[in-house]
């Protein structure tokens, strides 16, 4: 039974900061945050862009290309950050209720960056077993960059982080757009690589954490997590790439086009270099920054704006998030 993705939605945020400003908050030539961090500008949250509302946003834009009434899903799964308007929160109910899916149920999942590809592998498995699930919204929001400080130096490579919604409706017996298979490794020697220090159970928020800005995102051992990380990152990127295209009966020859996350431009072109692409077969997200697990329906969203999805194309989806998860999801684009 196929899987197919009916539509998409994207949200993002009116407000915006150029490269050039990031470079003057982190201390960092315009050049170097423009040519190798690949920022030119990056989405920022205003004061009403608030992670499940990003969501709720993108996931109305789907139903509403998909001129289907919200009472015809049956599951939403929450596929943003749990930076969120509320802790202890589960956003995909509230998401289900803006949206008016009553007759739906819902539940949050996590992977960090990594989320849509991990939400895609589950849906399509609930999907086909369970006959009563015929239509999943897949929807969220992000907007990690709040736990950035351009003053410290150890999450530079973050600089990127920026805000935005977006949603995927799944529908069963559909012949377009048919999601195939996914591949995802997970690696928790790195589990501890990237982390917000404070707010959690080993060192709860204070006055004293606060001050000292504990409550973002830190690296403890920066020369470290890049000494073992750097090669086998780029590894595990090419081996979810060619897993997941072997386990759908392609290979990397057969990609048309690639939905990559946004990452500094050397590492970009390198794996494009790996699989024997062009720059003309995925979009460099370099006017929107990253936007977590939102980069791959992102780059599907423009990829299709520009006209460069037809039918039969074989499209990968590819993720990678701290902990360190690594995903690729393989779809069959169009009408087959």
């Not at 739906?104 to 699930?133: E, H, N, Q, Y």
């Not at 950035?148 to 999450?155: F, G, H, L, V």
């Not at 990609?255 to 460099?284: N, P, W």
């Amino acid at each position: 039974m196929d899987i197919g993705i009916v539509s998409k939605g994207i949200y993002l945020p009116q407000d915006y900061i150029t490269g050039e400003e990031i470079g003057k908050l982190a201390g960092i030539p315009k050049d170097i945050v423009e040519g190798k961090m690949g920022i030119r500008k990056k989405t920022i949250p205003g004061e009403h862009d608030h992670t499940c509302q990003m969501g709720i946003y993108a996931a109305m834009e789907a139903i509403k290309r998909a001129s289907i009434d919200p009472k015809e899903i049956d599951l939403v799964i929450y596929i943003g950050e749990e930076h969120k308007e509320y802790p202890l929160w589960t956003a995909g109910i509230k998401l289900q209720e803006e949206i008016g899916a009553n007759h739906a149920w819902a539940f949050d999942v996590a992977l960090r960056c990594g989320t849509t590809i991990m939400a895609l592998k589950v849906a399509k498995s609930l999907m086909l077993a369970d006959p009563s699930i015929q239509t999943v919204l897949l929807a969220g929001g992000y907007r990690n960059g709040d736990f950035i400080d351009y003053n410290n130096a150890r999450t530079r490579f973050m600089n990127n982080l920026g805000a935005g919604g977006g949603a995927l409706l799944l529908k069963k017996g559909v012949k377009r757009n048919i999601v195939l298979e996914s591949s995802i490794v997970t690696d928790g020697s790195f589990s501890e690589d990237v982390i917000v220090t404070a707010g959690g159970t080993k060192n709860p928020i204070t006055v004293e954490t606060l001050e000292q800005g504990l409550y973002r995102l830190d690296v403890p051992d920066p020369e470290g997590m890049k000494r073992r990380l750097e090669q086998r990152s780029m590894n595990n990127f090419l081996k979810v790439i060619r897993e997941a295209l072997y386990k759908s009966g392609y290979s990397e020859k057969d990609i048309d086009y690639l939905a990559i996350l946004h990452m500094k431009r050397s590492a970009h072109q390198y794996v494009l270099k790996q699989l024997g692409l062009s720059e003309e077969q995925t979009i460099y997200l370099e006017d929107y920054g990253h936007i977590g697990q939102i980069d791959q329906i992102l780059s599907l969203e423009l990829a299709d704006q520009k006209g460069m999805l037809k039918d039969g194309n074989i499209v990968v989806l590819v993720s990678a998030g701290i902990g360190y998860a690594w995903g690729a999801t393989v779809v069959r684009w169009g009408n087959t």
